[in-house]
């Protein structure tokens, strides 16, 4: 029992301390000049493709662990050249992006005379919980570096060899730019107690980004008594409305579902607009099942082929993240607006239509982070929005919404100049 | 046992109710156009003119039922015709400021042809906790409405009578705009449990606004589910550097301190610089004193004036809301940044220099919401930065940090416009 109490004042201790490095590095960080982290960036990459070995040898380390780990997330787990490389890059194009510290949002001046400027500020300290992928160490370290902000990192305890030997590299990348080590820290710790104890940090972090998992996410989410920036679920719509040209409605909806059907930006479910249903719901069904797709579908879209099968309620509130596609018929504009908002998660939606008022209805009243006219939801990602790189998109409203890039991770601050002015 | 459970759950089927009500109402709100809101804004503050002896009979009941309200809290909670009429007028002062609700952030094309926009949209639903200030009804439901918000007010139950009566102009302006009386709903009950279902309602509620003493904001913050925006201490500094302009600083001190002691941005520690402590130290002690302010000083501020009585450690914690101010010496610029950002609250700080370098050392470092050179810290007002109805200070800095306006209280979200692009 004394035993115990030993380990959880000690990992208490240990937790602090790494919470009071990471507050009196981002003071530093917050005050660095661009180009230096950029040089911390860029010489991290170097050490990343210089320490490819190491790295690829830690790697094979977690790997020979985990023995039990089943298909997806030891595919998630695994490292190789190409990854490796990937990381390197995507810190080097971090470096390439504009700073987003110290820009004036905003600049007015009183009938006083007072001038008050809103300027761009790091957040502070950043807390990231993620899982098997190591490449989320380089990552999300670089983009809490570009922001100013300092980083706890909290990897997977599976790939812990790993994130060690990429958090070396971005601490060599630090100290060859003069900046402080401990603006990015990896808890040293696999103890699954150090993520409470980040949880409740709200004097040393002052926000929690969890990578993974819904449950995962949902779990922090609950228990975080620090804010959170999360993106809980992709449940994306397209909308094929009644004035749909319907070459353009079959490339979208072909596109949105299938390109890529894990990732969040995934389509996973149709509605069509029972004006065209007669038409086109069979050649939009027809082209999902004959890529592959399972299709689930009301009474009219089990009509168009017997490969369909039924849809049920759960169906609409899912994110598959596999070739499986919920479709049905709705009833005019609203009625899909009114679905959408129901069942989505605010993610990314889109209508495919030539009827310029019901897009315009469909773009104001859906209540998602990205809504789409014409155009694919796989294109729901921070690079293709020309952002850089992201951490994540958000489903939430407050603070940061959809791709969640460095200048997401800041806040700002209003710098008063004067000459003496008192108020009256 | 039976009986207190039925009374939680219809409680529990009440805040359920009036959750779904508000997020309804939400829906139409944010598709409102600004007319429609000001119509009511204006129309609400009409209602509030027009029944002003309702609104003080109400007032007057409370104040009855309120016997042993402390002097304080029964003057917060005291209606005239002068308030009355300030809560009418704020309602359309808030009417007269733009919409902020659609305006485009930001409009970029990509390569392939797509257009992005980032559009202000409402966060949706507010929750307001408040204490005794029943004006706290018409401000914050008024500043909500326009926000294109729906609103959830809890006040405090001493106020109840005359939050209702407010209440229903409010009702009176959204039906004569043809606005969802939902809107701006009241919670109904004085159940304090209803509080804590508020602070759990996260799937109704998407953020909560808490107004009042510091330990009803800390409690909040502490059990809250939902995102919180928050004031909780306003523990400002000025700093008089080596550089400053004697009687500018004298100025600046005296108004930040006691133009209003009972204000958030009044000053409640003074540094000055030990190299100028020989000279500026007495005249800036000597006016606070003889103006009625106690001064708790260290060794060289005692030294001053035997009126000056030691400062504690916990004094540079304070925040006295009162004639009181604690002084003390420090060793140039970067030693009160330390303190500053050690012991204040991030609120407000202030400089006053004629030395550009250091004042732009110290509006960079500072931490706070809001950093001043050489104006005073009663500035610290949404008013006096012009933007209009503040419903309070943010000293947080995830989502909104200084001054709250309706500007503040709203989201966005990433329109895009194409032609039928899909990914590659």
Redesign the interface.
């Known amino acids: 029992m004394s035993a115990l109490l030993d380990t959880a004042d000690a990992l208490h201790d240990q937790m602090l301390a790494l919470g009071r490095a990471a507050r009196a590095a981002s003071?530093s960080l917050?005050?660095a000049p661009g180009p230096d982290k950029d040089r911390a960036l860029r010489a991290a990459a170097a050490a990343i493709r210089a320490n490819k070995a190491a790295i690829q040898a830690a790697n094979d380390a977690d790997l020979a662990n985990a023995g039990d780990l089943s298909g997806p997330l030891r595919e998630r787990l695994t490292l190789n050249d190409e990854r490796i490389e990937a990381m390197a890059k995507g810190l080097e194009d971090i470096a390439d992006f504009p700073d987003p510290i110290g820009g004036v949002l905003a600049d007015?001046t009183?009938p006083n005379g007072?001038n008050?400027q809103r300027v761009r500020?790091p957040?502070?300290v950043i807390g990231i919980i993620y899982e098997s992928r190591p490449n989320v160490t380089a990552d999300a370290g670089g983009l809490c570096l570009k922001s100013g902000n300092a980083a706890i990192l909290r990897g997977g305890s599976e790939s812990v060899q790993s994130s060690r030997a990429i958090a070396a590299c971005l601490a060599e990348g630090l100290r060859a730019a003069g900046l402080p080590e401990d603006a990015i820290q990896l808890v040293p710790t696999t103890d699954r107690a150090a993520v409470g104890h980040m949880l409740r940090m709200r004097e040393f972090i002052?926000?929690i980004i969890p990578r993974g998992g819904k449950s995962l996410i949902q779990r922090i989410a609950?228990e975080s008594?620090v804010?959170v920036i999360k993106h809980l679920d992709g449940n994306c719509h397209v909308y094929v409305h009644a004035g749909a040209?319907l070459?353009?409605a079959r490339?979208?909806v072909?596109?949105?579902k299938m390109?890529r059907t894990s990732i969040c930006g995934a389509a996973e479910t149709l509605l069509v607009d029972r004006a065209i249903a007669d038409t086109a719901l069979a050649p939009l069904v027809t082209d999902l099942l004959n890529a592959g797709c399972a299709v689930r579908g009301d009474a009219a879209t089990q009509a168009v082929d017997p490969r369909v099968t039924p849809v049920d309620a759960a169906d609409w509130d899912t994110e598959y993240l596999d070739a499986i596609i919920a479709c049905g018929v709705v009833d005019g504009v609203d009625a899909a607006i009114d679905h959408i908002?129901r069942h989505g998660s605010h993610h990314t939606d889109s209508i495919?239509t030539e009827d310029a008022a019901a897009?315009e209805r469909f773009?104001?009243?859906i209540?998602?982070?990205?809504?789409?006219?014409?155009?694919?939801t796989?294109?729901a990602d921070g690079g293709?929005?020309?952002m850089g790189a992201e951490i994540g998109i958000s489903t939430d409203?407050?603070?940061a919404?959809?791709?969640v890039g460095a200048e997401q991770l800041t806040?700002?601050?209003?710098?008063?100049?004067?000459?003496?002015?008192?108020?009256p």
Chains 1, 2 share one sequence.
């Open positions: 003071v917050a005050a007015w009183r007072l008050i500020v957040l502070g002052d926000v609950d008594r804010p040209d070459d353009k490339k979208v072909l596109n949105a390109r908002n495919v897009a773009l104001q009243r209540d998602s982070g990205i809504v789409l006219w014409n155009a694919s796989q294109f293709q929005f020309g409203k407050f603070h919404r959809g791709p806040s700002y601050k209003y710098v008063v100049r004067g000459n003496g002015q008192t108020r």
